[in-house]
């Protein structure tokens, strides 16, 4: 954890501070802006559909509500109006901007089997990548696996343990009658810790 320190502080500290933003169907509102260092451009999204994602950091109690603005195959970007972007694959976390101590990729194929029940049974390797503070690329291995306490009925909570070397961490998914993850508590980096989501209805 030594190895990875954070790059954007006046972007988490703003966090810290609780930002709120709200994309609003035809009505953009910013409570409280976001300071950031230049390593995301702030431009305003243009969002591709009507979807709206809520997103809440529980170690800094910032929340958000993005747009989608970009779709390639299963994944999809998420932004806010101040430019941070999230991306996700079918649900799955894979990449962050504009956090602070950002998550670069992720593979999670091994997830997303597990959670349309495709995988084999037992642990499956999860690689995630970091930046550091001298912005070299930082490689962390997991080994993850599905814990086997049932869930709750519809919606199905499905429960994600993943160890390495130096995090122990559990991702937590709430799936729809179709498979689709519709809330997710997942684990982003050691300094932002958890990122909670929820897809929010339709107006």
């Not at 999670?108 to 970091?130: E, K």
């Not at 799936?175 to 909670?196: C, F, H, N």
């Amino acid at each position: 954890m030594n190895n990875i320190r954070p790059r954007l502080r006046p972007a988490r500290t703003a966090l810290t501070a609780g930002l709120v933003l709200l994309l609003a169907a035809g009505c953009d509102r910013v409570s409280r802006t976001l300071d950031l260092t230049g390593t995301v451009a702030a431009v305003p999204p243009q969002p591709i559909g009507p979807a709206r994602l809520r997103v809440t950091l529980p170690a800094t109690d910032a929340r958000a509500t993005l747009a989608p603005v970009a779709r390639n195959g299963d994944v999809t970007v998420w932004q806010t109006l101040d430019g941070i972007t999230l991306s996700f694959r079918d649900g799955v976390l894979i990449a962050t901007r504009g956090l602070g101590d950002d998550l670069m990729s992720a593979d999670v194929d091994g997830t997303l089997a597990m959670l349309r029940g495709t995988g084999a049974p037992g642990h499956y390797p999860q690689l995630r990548s970091y930046l550091d503070g001298e912005d070299r690329t930082v490689f962390r291995s997991f080994q993850c696996r599905r814990d086997t306490r049932p869930g709750a009925g519809p919606p199905r909570r499905i429960t994600e343990r993943c160890v390495s070397p130096r995090d122990e961490t559990t991702n937590t998914y709430w799936l729809d009658q179709t498979g689709k993850i519709t809330r997710s508590r997942q684990w982003v980096s050691p300094a932002i810790d958890y990122m909670e989501t929820e897809r929010l209805p339709r107006e």
